[in-house]
């Protein structure tokens, strides 16, 4: 469904994506991991347009997207769900979500409001609080009207930068039960996380990044099996480095 061949990106004179191929099938679920720095970050902003690509390729079902802008991305039927989630504090839950379906030019065959309802089955705390601006909102609250906001969109892949980053467990798992149903229904996810243990409990396949290179690719099963979970970034920077 998504595949990237031969990527390179980076930021002014600095490279930061070598090269890098990566596939995502249609209804799976995969994580790139990685420590701070990795390049996690700028290899979802190159693949939707909101970092420039120096090469290479991105195709979604086979129609090669190097060179469209990031709106007509998103059209294609992709959406990031960016790391700091970027919500607009001084409009309403309800407002934020409803710009998420600005512009739409590929449906699903729901309305607007059907969108919403989507949405608040998902995260009942957004419905609660829809007439609240949400700057006043607690970060776990934020990061559910991030990705609502996506979901508003109607995308066929959902890219999502650190969901869990600085939330406490109890949302945490409420943030995993909405993916873990948002999986049932068959969407796409490509998912940017640091912490193993999230990680491999949500995702199929996992993708390891160091440098800016993928060092490892393996079922999460089969990661989750590793002796040296807890040293993994460490040793395979080492052997990237040998």
């Known amino acids: 469904m998504l595949e990237v061949r031969g990527l390179t990106a980076g930021y002014g004179s600095v490279q930061v994506i070598h090269g890098l191929d990566l596939t995502v099938e249609t209804g799976e679920t995969v994580t790139l991991l990685g420590p701070n720095g990795a390049g996690k970050s700028t290899l979802m902003g190159a693949i939707t347009g909101t970092i420039r690509r120096r090469g290479g390729r991105v195709a979604f079902e086979g129609t090669d997207l190097s060179g469209l802008d990031s709106h007509k991305i998103v059209d294609a039927g992709l959406r990031l769900v ?3 989630r970027l919500i ?7 407002d934020n979500l409803r710009l998420g379906a600005l512009k739409l030019h590929r449906g699903d065959g729901r309305s607007v409001e059907e969108r919403f309802e989507y949405v608040y089955d998902l995260f009942p705390r957004l419905k609660e609080r829809s007439g609240q601006l949400a700057g006043t909102l607690s970060g776990g609250e934020q990061q559910m009207l991030a ?16 969901p869990f980053l600085g939330l406490a467990p109890m949302v945490v798992q409420e943030i995993r039960s909405a993916l873990e149903a948002l999986q049932e229904l068959g969407l796409t996810i490509l998912l940017v996380e640091q912490k193993l243990d999230i990680a491999l409990a949500v995702a199929r396949r996992a ?7 993928v060092v490892l690719e393996s079922s999460t099963e089969d990661m989750a099996k590793m002796d040296n979970l807890n040293t993994l970034y460490f040793d395979l920077a080492e052997e990237s480095a040998a």
């Open 82 to 84: 960016p790391e700091g």
């Open 88 to 94: 607009f504090g001084p409009f309403t839950v309800r």
């Open 147 to 162: 990705i609502g906001r996506a979901l508003m969109s109607s995308p066929r892949v959902l890219l999502l930068d650190e």
């Open 207 to 213: 993708y390891v990044l160091i440098k800016g290179q």
